[in-house]
């Protein structure tokens, strides 16, 4: 059963734990160490973190108390991050988070939902009926990372 609640500051570790050990885990499917080993160092920007959770609409999803999963939005529109923890891939978590931000979406009263998404995430996006804008090249920590601006109609 999974559960969704907004997040609190006291998740920051477990959030930050999915955050890291998803990237190094599921995305080095398509990109390098190097790259993988900056991205996933966002987990230790802490004030970052702390941001996030009090000024955007961040949500978290739960198995048994476990963080499975989180997802933010930002300026009420956009989804700046999505993450499903390594051992709970392909269970309807990603699709359960994307469902109640898309209703947020609606609530903001935006007909376009946007996101930069990662190579590894480009099926689950296509499979939610997003289409691809244009690819992009994300500078993170000196290392270039591919990913995609993609769009859906509300
Ligand atoms: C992308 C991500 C959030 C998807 O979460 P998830 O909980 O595994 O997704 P779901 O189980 O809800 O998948 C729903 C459907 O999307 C499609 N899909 C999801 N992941 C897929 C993959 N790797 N390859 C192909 N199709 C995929 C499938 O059609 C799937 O349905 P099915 O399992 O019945 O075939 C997760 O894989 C993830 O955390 N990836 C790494 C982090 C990342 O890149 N996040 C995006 C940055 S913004």
Same mark, same amino acid.
């Given at each position: ?6 997040? !609190?500051?006291? !998740?920051?570790?477990?959030?930050? =734990?999915?955050? &890291?050990?998803? /990237?190094? *885990?599921? =995305?080095?499917?398509? #990109? =390098? ?18 941001? &996030?959770?009090?000024?955007? #609409? ?13 997802? +933010?939005?930002?300026?009420?529109? #956009? ?8 051992? +709970?891939? &392909? ?11 898309? =209703? ?13 998404? @990662?190579?590894?995430?480009?099926? $689950?996006? !296509? *499979?939610? +009926? $997003?289409?691809?804008?244009? /690819?992009?090249?994300? @500078? ?7 990913? #995609? ?6």
């Amino acid at each position: 059963m999974i559960q969704i609640r907004t997040a !609190d500051l006291n !998740d920051i570790p477990e959030i930050t =734990s999915v955050f &890291r050990d998803t /990237i190094i *885990n599921i =995305s080095t499917k398509h #990109y =390098s160490e190097k790259q993988t080993t900056a991205w996933a160092s966002g987990a230790d920007k802490i004030k970052d973190w702390e941001k &996030r959770i009090s000024k955007l #609409y961040f949500i978290v999803a739960e198995i048994d108390k476990i963080i499975v999963g989180f997802a +933010y939005l930002k300026n009420g529109n #956009y989804l700046e991050g999505l993450f499903v923890h390594k051992d +709970y891939q &392909r269970q309807g978590v990603g699709s359960k988070l994307l469902r109640i931000m898309e =209703s947020q979406v609606m609530m903001n009263d935006f007909e376009v939902f946007k996101s930069d998404v @990662s190579k590894t995430a480009l099926p $689950f996006f !296509d *499979n939610k +009926y $997003f289409n691809v804008i244009k /690819i992009q090249k994300k @500078s993170v920590k000196g290392v270039m990372l591919e990913n #995609y601006l993609v769009e859906k109609q509300m």
